[in-house]
């Protein structure tokens, strides 16, 4: 697997049909027995979270974030969601949220903000856009979550990497998410990505989400929702099936990792 050669200063893959992706999110679900809720819309788009509730009843059952398509020019991330529902290969105790396109009028435009141009995920510290208050008024009214994973891409990457936000030092999956995704997928080995020290596709930045201007989903959520984030970014340069590939690798080997230690999270 090469990269292709196609991005120079931004995104020039493949688009979807972020209408009929949506449409086959909605039947996948569906048929696998998830249930969905609205918590916004937009014209014909309307912003959709998915459920599955754990088989086993009787045992407390931790719960999962899945979010994916907050940038426009990343079609991995609710294609991978797609695919996984289709499949529906979840742990049995485990009870998932997915949410699979937080930003489809930025797809239909096939640009990376929403429809005024914000970049959504720069803002969840003082959110300006009505998909990023929308979300948020929907994420107070959740239960905490055990773990959650941002599903993204990286159009300058050489290979995959993951961002593990993990303040309270819990049991790291970074390691099983890169040896999954290694599989189907390079990884980025340098030792700097987006500025970042980095070691084997794996960033852990030392940081304090209060002293930074803009905050991504995943700040909001270790400030609110989470102790335990890992971002996904599958490298937009390299084929479409080959991003896919990456992020539901890395999204299955979380959780196979995570389902041994969920006792302790």
């Given at each position: 697997?090469?990269?292709?050669?196609?991005?120079?200063?931004?995104?020039?893959?493949?688009?979807i049909?972020?209408?009929?992706?949506?449409?086959?999110?909605?039947?996948?679900?569906?048929?696998?027995?998830?249930?969905?809720?609205?918590?916004?819309?937009?014209?014909?788009?309307?912003?959709?979270a998915?459920?599955?509730?754990?088989?086993?009843?009787?045992?407390?059952?931790?719960?999962?974030?899945?979010?994916?398509?907050?940038?426009?020019?990343?079609?991995?991330?609710?294609?991978?969601a797609?695919?996984?529902?289709?499949?529906?290969?979840?742990?049995?105790?485990?009870?998932?949220?997915?949410?699979?396109?937080?930003?489809?009028?930025?797809?239909?435009?096939?640009?990376?903000?929403?429809?005024?141009?914000?970049?959504?995920?720069?803002?969840?510290?003082?959110?300006?856009?009505?998909?990023?208050?929308?979300?948020?008024?929907?994420l107070?009214?959740?239960?905490?979550?055990?773990?959650?994973?941002?599903?993204?891409?990286?159009?300058?990457?050489?290979?995959?990497?993951?961002?593990?936000?993990?303040?309270?030092?819990?049991?790291?999956?970074?390691?099983s998410?890169?040896?999954?995704?290694?599989?189907?997928?390079?990884?980025?080995?340098?030792?700097?990505?987006?500025?970042r020290?980095?070691?084997?596709?794996?960033?852990?930045?030392?940081?304090?989400?209060?002293?930074?201007?803009?905050?991504?989903?995943?700040?909001?959520?270790?400030?609110?929702?989470?102790?335990?984030?890992?971002?996904?970014?599958?490298?937009?340069?390299?084929?479409?099936?080959?991003?896919?590939?990456?992020?539901?690798?890395?999204?299955?080997?979380?959780?196979?990792?995570?389902?041994?230690?969920?006792s302790?999270?």
């Amino acid at each position: 697997m090469k990269k292709l050669g196609k991005n120079h200063n931004g995104y020039h893959g493949e688009t979807i049909d972020i209408r009929a992706v949506l449409r086959d999110v909605q039947l996948a679900a569906k048929q696998a027995g998830w249930t969905s809720e609205s918590f916004h819309t937009n014209g014909d788009f309307e912003w959709l979270a998915y459920r599955r509730r754990p088989k086993i009843k009787s045992e407390p059952s931790p719960l999962l974030y899945i979010s994916a398509g907050i940038h426009g020019d990343e079609p991995a991330g609710p294609l991978a969601a797609l695919r996984q529902l289709r499949e529906n290969k979840w742990p049995a105790n485990i009870e998932i949220v997915l949410i699979p396109c937080l930003n489809p009028v930025g797809f239909a435009k096939n640009w990376r903000g929403n429809g005024e141009g914000i970049d959504l995920n720069r803002d969840y510290l003082q959110p300006q856009a009505a998909e990023t208050r929308a979300h948020i008024a929907w994420l107070e009214k959740q239960p905490d979550f055990a773990l959650s994973l941002c599903l993204h891409e990286d159009w300058e990457s050489h290979g995959f990497y993951v961002y593990e936000v993990n303040p309270e030092n819990k049991p790291s999956l970074s390691e099983s998410i890169v040896r999954g995704v290694e599989k189907v997928c390079p990884l980025d080995l340098s030792e700097i990505i987006e500025g970042r020290e980095a070691h084997g596709g794996i960033i852990r930045p030392n940081l304090d989400p209060r002293t930074r201007p803009q905050w991504p989903e995943a700040f909001w959520l270790i400030q609110n929702k989470t102790r335990l984030s890992y971002t996904l970014e599958a490298p937009s340069d390299f084929e479409l099936n080959v991003r896919v590939n990456a992020l539901v690798a890395g999204v299955q080997a979380a959780l196979a990792a995570y389902f041994p230690i969920s006792s302790n999270l």
